[in-house]
């Protein structure tokens, strides 16, 4: 059995700089990565598909789950397969900016990879995250990066492993196209320099905007976050609904998590931090 977390996306920063002719933005965005993820677990067997965990009923009404849309674009296209059976542990809110269906993509494919023998970096499996949506090769890459294009490319930059970071979602699904959709056209400006923590904390999320103009409940996370003792930086991630905070340390981050789990039944929250 081959068991692999699909660890959350955070977007420590996203500009929008464009509307592209293709229906996708032009995006400028700083991808991170937590150590809490869903958990996928395969191991050959008779073809069953199975999704368990918190998020699971998030699922229900999906006919056509980006795992087994990741196994059998692998099986068409790179090599294949015995018939698998396939367990997701759904622990990240489905439709949340935190890219938990990008992560299990990313995830069988790196399965699929590990079982045909094929190497984890090969062009061909970055060619079919890229086919499954923009943010899968953030996530097959796995490593902190400046993503542009429409997200897809991706260059390497250094880690801030070991951020204590506090997650936590209002517990409204918010859809991407429609986010993306509400935003006004200006162009803000490029992602500023410096190293991952300092270039976020001064830049921006082009699209909490538009986010919060459909789910009202992120600005209310963002303030409370933004007050809470030793957040180095309180921030929308993606096109929300969840938002996270860098903490300066993670007492100060347990205690945060535990006053959330105390006042607010309504919202999810998950204490984790930077890869
Ligand atoms: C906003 C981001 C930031 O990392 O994350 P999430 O909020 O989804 O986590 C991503 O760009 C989302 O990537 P992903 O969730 O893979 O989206 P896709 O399936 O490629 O696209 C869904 C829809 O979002 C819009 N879209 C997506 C990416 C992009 N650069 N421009 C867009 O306009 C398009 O309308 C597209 O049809
Ligand atoms: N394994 C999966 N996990 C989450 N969402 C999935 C999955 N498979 C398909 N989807 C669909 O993909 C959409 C985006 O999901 P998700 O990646 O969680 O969003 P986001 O990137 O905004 O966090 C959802 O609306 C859902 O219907």
């Not at 007050?227 to 993606?238: E, I, K, N, T, Y």
């Amino acid at each position: 059995m081959i068991e692999r977390i699909a660890r959350a996306k955070l977007n420590l920063a996203l500009h929008v700089r464009a509307r592209r002719s293709d229906g996708y933005h032009a995006i400028e965005t700083l991808f991170a990565f937590v150590e809490h993820g869903d958990v996928l677990r395969v191991a050959p067997g008779a073809g069953r598909f199975a999704v368990t965990g918190a998020f699971a009923a998030g699922l229900d009404a999906e006919p056509d789950n980006l795992v087994l849309r990741a196994e059998r674009a692998f099986r068409d296209r790179i090599a294949p397969l015995p018939p698998l059976d396939i367990t997701l542990d759904k622990r990240l809110p489905v439709a949340s900016g935190i890219g938990g269906g990008s992560a299990d993509a990313a995830a069988m494919l790196a399965i699929c990879a590990d079982l045909a023998g094929i190497e984890g970096d090969d062009p061909r499996l970055f060619a079919l995250a890229d086919a499954l949506g923009s943010d899968v090769p953030a996530c097959l890459f796995g490593r902190n990066a400046l993503g542009t294009g429409r997200g897809e490319r991706l260059t390497e930059i250094a880690a801030a492993s070991g951020t204590p970071v506090l997650l936590v979602n209002p517990g409204v699904p918010v859809a991407t196209a429609e986010v993306f959709a509400r935003w006004d056209g200006t162009d803000r400006g490029p992602i500023a320099p410096g190293d991952l923590i300092e270039a976020a904390a001064a830049s921006r999320n082009d699209l909490e905007a538009p986010a919060r103009a459909i789910a009202p409940a992120i600005g209310e996370v963002l303030v409370w976050l933004a007050s809470q003792p030793g957040v180095r930086l309180a921030r929308m991630s993606g096109s929300g609904a969840t938002c996270f905070a860098l903490f300066d340390d993670s007492a100060a981050c347990s205690k945060a998590a535990g006053i959330v789990g105390a006042t607010q039944p309504g919202w999810w929250c998950a204490e984790t931090a930077l890869t």
